[in-house]
């Protein structure tokens, strides 16, 4: 089974800019769906970000224009850029590979996360 594991998370400053990166113990090809989520304490998990295999990127309002998901399927990695960060973008980011709809045996994938904390 694939497990996914998140890194790159830290302080930073607003206005300035991170990488998180998302690693898997296996091949991600076959993956059609690739995304981030964030939670901070006491709320509810937020989606930010999804990528499918051919590229083709969404991205919720919150981070739009400021965010860039990518990846790089030889590499078995998924990239979140962020830049112009906001203190509002303090939270625990999660890799994630939802299920599929319809697809037999199918499972959702999380990874444990990394921490983002935007401060002076």
């Known amino acids: 089974q694939v497990q996914l594991v998140e890194s790159g998370g830290g302080l930073v400053q607003p206005g300035g800019s991170l990488r998180l990166s998302c690693a898997a113990s296996?091949?991600?090809?076959?993956?059609?769906?690739m995304g981030w989520y964030r939670q901070v304490p006491g709320k509810e998990r937020e989606w930010v970000a999804r990528?499918?295999?051919?590229?083709?990127?969404y991205y919720a309002d919150s981070v739009k224009g400021r965010f860039t998901i990518s990846r790089d399927n030889t590499k078995n990695t998924v990239y979140l850029q962020m830049d112009n960060v906001t203190p509002e973008d303090t939270a625990v980011y999660y890799c994630?590979?939802?299920?599929?709809?319809?697809?037999?045996?199918?499972?959702?994938?999380w990874g444990q996360g990394t921490l983002v904390t935007v401060s002076t």
């Open positions: 296996g091949s991600i090809f076959s993956f059609n769906v």
């Open positions: 994630n590979k939802p299920v599929i709809p319809g697809r037999i045996g199918d499972r959702e994938l």
């Open positions: 990528i499918l295999r051919g590229g083709t990127t």
